[in-house]
């Protein structure tokens, strides 16, 4: 089973927890925007939690294994878990973030920092988008199976 070394995250791990691997080895452009955005989330009472941040490939794979075993087919789960060549959680570049109250707030919020959904059935799931600061979030994709960047292997 995965640990905390490959990005599994105890509960209650938040954005600024730097000791934390999944937190610590995500790209520093998303973590210095969550931050912030964090920041000023709190001044209204919203906390973000961490659900899961940066992934080893070997952590990724374990999750599609149990997608797999859960949805009942590697078509079915594609549609909620990337693999390990194509995740963004591997490369750093993407979190999951909680509670509702939280994404509700970068739901409203998150362009301002770049933070944007990228998937409509994962309204935990960001990714930084620096554009979206000026022109807004890009339009999401129903579910990674539309992302073009999932089509590789
Ligand atoms: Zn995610």
New binding site residues.
């Given amino acids: 089973m995965a640990g905390e070394a490959d990005g599994a995250v105890p509960d209650g791990t938040t954005v600024f927890d730097d000791e934390i691997p999944g937190v610590a080895n995500l790209d520093p452009d998303l973590l210095g925007a969550l931050r912030l955005a964090a920041a000023d989330a709190a001044n209204e009472g919203v906390r973000f939690f961490v659900d899961?941040g940066w992934r080893s490939p070997e952590y990724q794979e374990q999750l599609l294994r149990e997608a797999v075993s859960k949805y009942g087919s590697p078509e079915q789960a594609a549609r909620w878990v990337a693999t390990p060549g194509t995740s963004a959680?591997v490369s750093g570049e993407?979190i999951?973030i909680g509670h509702s109250d939280a994404t509700a707030w970068l739901s409203e919020h998150g362009a301002a920092y770049g933070l944007c959904q990228i998937y409509g059935n994962?309204p935990?799931?960001y990714e930084l988008r620096p554009e979206a600061i000026d022109h807004g979030c890009p339009a999401m994709y129903a579910d990674p199976t539309r992302d073009p960047r999932m089509q590789q292997r």
């Fill in positions: 899961s959680h993407a999951d994962e935990w799931h």
